[in-house]
């Protein structure tokens, strides 16, 4: 578990035990697109909302899986702004497409943690259920196929199907200025290399054993990736990383 993991799925579990006791809190908090001008914080909110047991169980887990990598991955603010830019977008998705519907739910936010999860480590497979292994790329596509599939009314149900494919798209356009904005940087102060020699020195030199076990496990993944194409293959946000723990 990381701090902000931990953080969020706290407050998440909390606000929905209050809202068992309060019901008239999910009314209040919950986002509206018609009343958005008059409750401009139920943007965020309603994030923290949750229908039932199974709603919150599901984002909640979801979180504690994929995030806690993603977190060391991007660091703290990179991740919260992947997070809360994932629920906004889904909100705006959602009340462009079904501007009477109230929304609640965390599921915009931790789908745009499922999509960074699967852009950095787009092969590593998940057992749905424990059981069904899937690569984590196809995931995403296939949560992207269900959603579409549900949105447009194949299915009868309450899900704000539409806020999980703005998380999708929230994370996607977020990271992809991240990685252009770390590559401009990179390339202003290093504009003939973006490495050497005594880099790729210093990454080997970085003790595992002193690492938390998620970090041995992204350490592990890019020095795989270096052995096999080569430390030109690496982005700026795994260069990041590696210079982070060597220095």
Request: no cysteine; hydrophobic share 50%; charged share 20%.
């Amino acid at each position: 578990m990381t701090t902000w993991v931990t953080r969020l799925i706290i407050a998440n579990v909390i606000i929905f035990v209050i809202s068992l006791v309060r019901p008239a809190i999910v009314e209040a908090f919950a986002f509206v697109p018609a009343h958005v001008l008059e409750r401009p914080w139920t943007l965020f909110t309603y994030m923290f909302l949750h229908a039932d047991m199974g709603h919150i169980a599901f984002n909640m887990l979801g979180l504690l899986f994929f995030g806690p990598r993603l977190e060391m991955f991007l660091e703290t603010n990179r991740f919260l702004l992947l997070y809360f830019i994932s629920g906004l977008a889904g909100a705006l998705i959602s009340s462009i497409i079904t501007p009477n519907a109230a929304i609640i739910g965390a599921s915009g936010a931790v789908y745009g943690v499922f999509l960074g999860f699967a852009r950095y480590w787009p092969r590593e497979v998940i057992r749905i259920w424990g059981i069904f292994p899937i690569e984590a790329r196809w995931m995403v596509v296939l949560m992207t196929a269900l959603s579409l599939y549900g949105g447009f009314g194949f299915s009868r149900d309450n899900i704000a199907h539409f806020a999980h494919l703005g998380g999708f798209a929230g994370a996607y356009l977020y990271l992809l200025w991240v990685e252009r904005v770390l590559s401009r940087r990179t390339s202003q102060a290093q504009p003939v290399t973006q490495f050497s020699r005594e880099d790729v020195d210093r990454w080997s030199r970085i003790d595992r054993e002193r690492l938390h076990e998620v970090n041995q496990e992204e350490l592990d993944r890019i020095r795989k990736k270096i052995e096999v194409q080569g430390a030109t293959s690496l982005t700026e946000v795994e260069r990041q990383f590696m210079n982070r723990f060597s220095e």
